[in-house]
């Protein structure tokens, strides 16, 4: 689950980070009133769950509360990259010249089988820019996913990052991100900026934080901060399916499977066939026919579907039950697409019975994954 | 032959009289691997469907002489029944779980991992974890410690197969099976992002294996496992090794259900992988029938 920044930023104050004051405020008369109480210039920050909305003026600087309240208007109700601005975050402003911007992260790393600390001296920019262009400016370090990272280790990166400031201070920040990440089950956690002041105090400006959806429910206080407009309408209803389910842009194909490895090389076989996929969709092992009538039910909304391709490899998935999910849905009147599959394995001849029983146009079987993509994809592109 | 488990394994269950347990029990036995016991805590006494279960681990393998304990715990238990394992010293432990935590899975991979450098060194047999979110492993015609559906395993063979990913792992090994070529050990490593054993780990078992001639090899996007994998076989392995990469129209930035499977910045593209295994002279197959074709090309060099 992706945090606002506010958000992220309130778990780091818990740990106690220095982060950053700043309040957050729906409509423009609330970003005045916050300037005024702050008695000085502000930044009026977009808070939406998407990358890159500075370089789409979802932040600004404002110098007086009236800037404040005209900024506030501008970015509030803007679109950026598909998504609505609801709220924005209103900090304190700093002087940026009169301090350096760095960047920490803790990051879930399979290659060393924890969290990898990194630290950066060239922060406020993408730290994938700089992973891209100046790797070496970044410094790699293991954290004991068991101990955490201890001070003298934080120093020791600290110094390697040749970060300049308060060391213990800087440190500190560290260990307390570090604790942050293991405590609240992080699959990513970046203080970016992290900027040190003229005095070398360090103050968390700005913040990234994702948490691992698999442990949400050991942050039961976190349940609340779930945006269903942040994410796409198909996927917050797929959610209350319990499907994994990624909505694809551009595509005109629906594609379901059963096991993620077989819908990632069902996406694979529509894109060789010349379609695209609009979704992912994988219904899990062992699903029954009304999960199956769900999962078409679903589909079946997404405008952008032509065509859906059903790839089911039947282990403890049964055949028959995927074809009684897919014929009810289309006696329901649900079913108005054309449904191209390949149901192999377990029952797969009851579940031919059932379709040659029912003998609609609408719904084809087909004895291999290509042959269903290709008519599924034939099917789309009409 | 084969690897990791074969006929005279003596598995316990973990989780045996949970639906999911009780079932692929069921469905273990009916494969002919020695399925000796089931650990439930608080359950210690039962007698279930003619296994004894156990309160703990280290009880049931004193009580059996297992060596081999498959876990179907939730995941909020998960991680600890995999280290109440580890530290009962089963020696092969296999965490089929979805789901289970990162955090969790980082705490007991690295706990296992220092019980095996232990037990090593005192001349015992270390301990190994594989998965979570894992399908297990079958080593063809002895023992199935795992879920895969039994019927795909009809036809012992010499081919090895490592996955990532459980359907792709039944898709490749029922495409072995149908062309008469059959595998020898299937080893599902899992699609979460902190598992107990990597492909690089697995590949030199099959190096070392009398009954395997080739080795598939079903990676995904996401991480770099597969670079290593690449890695391993371009220094060590004689023996031809094939690849399938699955995902490889997916978009960077979304999570193709396995928690593991995104490609975040230019880590886990499939430009990479391909790559790597280009360099690592290792085929591979644009799609998984064409792995067969691929196979025999190299079985037949």
């Known amino acids: 689950m992706k945090l606002h920044e506010y958000q992220g930023k309130e778990i780091l104050r818990q740990f106690g980070v220095n982060v950053q004051e700043g309040r957050v405020a729906k409509t423009p008369d609330e970003v005045r009133q916050i300037a005024r109480d702050y008695g000085q210039s502000v930044v009026v920050k977009a808070q939406v769950h998407v990358g890159g909305r500075g370089k789409a003026g979802g932040v600004k600087f404002s110098a007086d509360p009236d800037k404040a309240f005209e900024n506030g208007e501008k970015i509030l109700g803007m679109d950026i990259k598909g998504l609505t601005v609801n709220k924005v975050l209103v900090t304190r402003a700093v002087d940026i010249d009169a301090g350096v911007e760095y960047y920490i992260g803790m990051i879930v790393d399979r290659n060393v089988q924890s969290f990898t600390l990194m630290a950066s001296a060239e922060g406020g920019v993408d730290i994938e820019e700089v992973a891209a262009e100046t790797p070496e400016k970044i410094v790699h370090y293991r954290v004991d996913p068991i101990t955490g990272l201890r001070p003298y280790e934080a120093r020791e990166v600290a110094i390697q990052a040749g970060f300049k400031g308060n060391l213990n201070k800087i440190a500190d920040m560290m260990v307390k991100l570090s604790q942050a990440a293991l405590e609240r089950d992080a699959v990513l956690v970046e203080i970016n900026p992290l900027f040190v002041d003229a005095s070398g105090t360090p103050i968390a400006l700005d913040t990234k934080f994702e948490i691992d959806d698999n442990a949400m429910y050991r942050h039961k206080d976190l349940a609340d901060w779930r945006e269903m407009e942040a994410e796409h309408p198909l996927e917050i209803e797929a959610s209350k399916y319990g499907f994994a389910y990624v909505k694809l842009d551009d595509g005109n194909v629906g594609v379901l499977g059963n096991g993620a490895g077989i819908v990632m090389t069902s996406l694979d076989v529509v894109n060789r066939a010349g379609a695209k996929p609009a979704n992912f969709l994988d219904i899990g092992g062992g699903a029954k026919a009304e999960i199956v009538y769900n999962a078409v039910k679903l589909v079946s909304k997404d405008k952008d579907v032509k065509a859906i391709f059903i790839n089911i490899f039947g282990g403890i998935t049964r055949a028959d039950e995927v074809a009684k999910g897919v014929i009810q849905a289309l006696q329901d009147g649900i079913l108005t697409k054309p449904v191209r599959m390949r149901i192999a394995g377990t029952a797969e001849e009851e579940a031919k019975a059932l379709l040659a029983e029912v003998n609609s146009p609408l719904i084809q079987m087909f004895p291999n994954m290509f042959d269903a993509a290709a008519e599924a994809a034939k099917e789309a592109n009409k | 032959?084969?690897?990791?488990?074969?006929?005279?394994?003596?598995?316990?269950?973990?989780?045996?009289?949970?639906?999911?347990?009780?079932?692929?029990?069921?469905?273990?036995?009916?494969?002919?691997?020695?399925?000796?016991?089931?650990?439930?805590?608080?359950?210690?006494?039962?007698?279930?469907?003619?296994?004894?279960?156990?309160?703990?681990?280290?009880?049931?393998?004193?009580?059996?002489?297992?060596?081999?304990?498959?876990?179907?715990?939730?995941?909020?238990?998960?991680?600890?029944?995999?280290?109440?394992?580890?530290?009962?010293?089963?020696?092969?432990?296999?965490?089929?779980?979805?789901?289970?935590?990162?955090?969790?899975?980082?705490?007991?991979?690295?706990?296992?991992?220092?019980?095996?450098?232990?037990?090593?060194?005192?001349?015992?047999?270390?301990?190994?974890?594989?998965?979570?979110?894992?399908?297990?492993?079958?080593?063809?015609?002895?023992?199935?410690?795992?879920?895969?559906?039994?019927?795909?395993?009809?036809?012992?063979?010499?081919?090895?197969?490592?996955?990532?990913?459980?359907?792709?792992?039944?898709?490749?090994?029922?495409?072995?099976?149908?062309?008469?070529?059959?595998?020898?050990?299937?080893?599902?490593?899992?699609?979460?992002?902190?598992?107990?054993?990597?492909?690089?780990d697995v590949l030199p078992m099959f190096e070392a294996d009398d009954g395997t001639d080739a080795i598939v090899v079903i990676g995904e996007i996401g991480g770099a496992d597969e670079e290593a994998a690449a890695e391993y076989i371009k220094g060590h392995m004689k023996k031809p090794v094939v690849a399938f990469i699955s995902g490889r129209s997916a978009p960077a930035g979304k999570r193709m259900g396995h928690a593991g499977?995104?490609?975040?910045?230019?880590?886990?593209?499939?430009?990479?992988?391909?790559?790597?295994?280009?360099?690592?002279?290792?085929?591979?197959a644009d799609t998984m029938p064409e792995i067969i074709d691929l196979v025999k090309a190299a079985l037949h060099q």
């Open chain 2, 261 to 284: 499977a995104i490609i975040m910045g230019n880590v886990g593209t499939p430009e990479s992988k391909l790559a790597a295994f280009k360099d690592a002279s290792v085929p591979v």
């Open chain 2, 1 to 200: 032959m084969g690897i990791l488990v074969n006929k005279d394994s003596k598995v316990i269950v973990q989780g045996m009289t949970g639906r999911e347990g009780a079932s692929h029990s069921r469905a273990m036995k009916e494969f002919g691997t020695q399925v000796v016991a089931g650990v439930t805590p608080g359950k210690g006494g039962l007698d279930f469907e003619g296994w004894p279960i156990y309160n703990s681990v280290a009880e049931a393998k004193e009580a059996t002489g297992a060596n081999v304990s498959i876990i179907f715990v939730p995941p909020a238990g998960a991680a600890d029944a995999v280290l109440e394992a580890a530290h009962a010293a089963i020696p092969l432990i296999i965490l089929i779980t979805e789901g289970v935590p990162t955090v969790d899975m980082m705490k007991a991979v690295q706990e296992v991992k220092a019980l095996d450098a232990q037990s090593r060194e005192h001349g015992g047999e270390g301990v190994r974890l594989i998965g979570g979110n894992c399908p297990g492993l079958v080593t063809n015609g002895e023992a199935k410690v795992g879920i895969m559906p039994n019927k795909i395993y009809t036809q012992p063979g010499r081919i090895g197969l490592i996955s990532r990913s459980g359907t792709l792992t039944y898709e490749a090994a029922k495409l072995l099976n149908d062309a008469g070529m059959g595998t020898s050990t299937t080893v599902g490593i899992g699609g979460d992002p902190v598992i107990g054993t990597t492909f690089a």
